[in-house]
């Protein structure tokens, strides 16, 4: 695999406490990545089962090594986390006990020169987290209008350059296709002024942000894996969602509270008529952050916000 699948499995102990482990108990992690989360689980289960689904390959490769001491209560599934339904019926479950999402990109990912994640490596621009997707980040720099890449840039890297970043990518392409990260690097600064080309904040990381979320669906997919994932809980399940930016995190607040909103009738009317239950209970009102000593460890962990919600 070029590079060892490693990822620090960020808030690793609060996202399992918040899953409130039963040792017979039905868990999903969707979001497999290194196995970090999924371990934890499976140290607490006994005679439970863990059901462990990503959509990069070599995750699963690499978690099916860490886990083989649990292998009697794991099932790894090659799936997108928006096929939760599908991947936890298959496992033999028909209800799960708690359903974990860690939505951020693996540091295997990151790392890996060759997977194109990051601007701090010259590699061929992809991105894609399962390499049998078709479109990569090079078809989205070289194939979309001008229009639709200031869009992106701006809706999912809330890049305020975005139509001076989209129009220097146009321009640039129309010489050479864009292959590589370092060649769309050098473009991306052409829209910065001198005095921002080289702070602290790297001018690419908003522009690969909204990339990555492009290529991969990401944002277009979760408030419907959220829905089928609490749809599948027991009674007292619980479902715990970690997130990295603003935009995840919005997504995962807002449907968490509309599955956990109740009556909105007018507040006159004696008597409901709209006919609208809760079907979860915030267990989180605000997001729970790293410590100290976590974020010591890992700046990654920095952004990241979990938020819990409790099936009724």
Request: hydrophobic share 35%; proline share 3%; charged share 30%.
């Amino acid at each position: 695999m070029g590079t060892e699948f490693s990822h620090y499995s960020v808030m690793r102990d609060r996202c399992t406490d918040a899953l409130n482990i039963k040792p017979d108990g039905v868990y999903v992690d969707c979001t497999l990545g290194g196995g970090g989360h999924s371990e934890e689980i499976a140290k607490r289960l006994e005679g439970g089962l863990l059901i462990g689904i990503d959509r990069d390959a070599d995750a699963i490769r690499a978690a099916s090594q860490r886990l083989e001491r649990y292998k009697s209560s794991v099932r790894l599934v090659h799936a997108n986390f928006k096929d939760i339904k599908t991947a936890v019926l298959q496992s033999g479950a028909d209800r799960v006990s708690g359903v974990l999402f860690d939505l951020g990109v693996s540091s295997y990912q990151l790392d890996n020169a060759q997977r194109g994640f990051s601007y701090r490596f010259d590699a061929p621009l992809d991105m894609r987290m399962s390499r049998e997707d078709s479109v990569s980040a090079r078809d989205i720099v070289n194939g979309c209008s001008q229009r639709e890449l200031a869009r992106i840039l701006y809706e999912y890297g809330e890049e305020r350059r975005a139509d001076k970043i989209a129009y220097q990518i146009c321009r640039a392409r129309e010489k050479a296709p864009i292959e590589t990260t370092f060649q769309l690097n050098d473009i991306i600064k052409r829209a910065f002024p001198p005095s921002e080309r080289y702070g602290e904040k790297h001018p690419s990381k908003r522009t690969y942000q909204a990339l990555r979320i492009e290529v991969n669906g990401e944002l277009k997919i979760l408030e419907q894996a959220i829905r089928d994932a609490a749809g599948l809980l027991e009674p007292g399940g619980r479902l715990a969602v970690m997130t990295f930016h603003s935009l995840e995190d919005r997504i995962v607040k807002n449907t968490l509270k509309d599955m956990a909103t109740g009556c909105v009738c007018n507040k006159n009317i004696p008597v409901c008529v709209c006919g609208r239950k809760a079907t979860m209970k915030l267990i989180t009102h605000k997001p729970v952050t790293a410590d100290e000593k976590e974020l010591s460890e890992n700046n990654r962990s920095k952004p990241a916000k979990l938020r819990v919600a409790e099936k009724i």
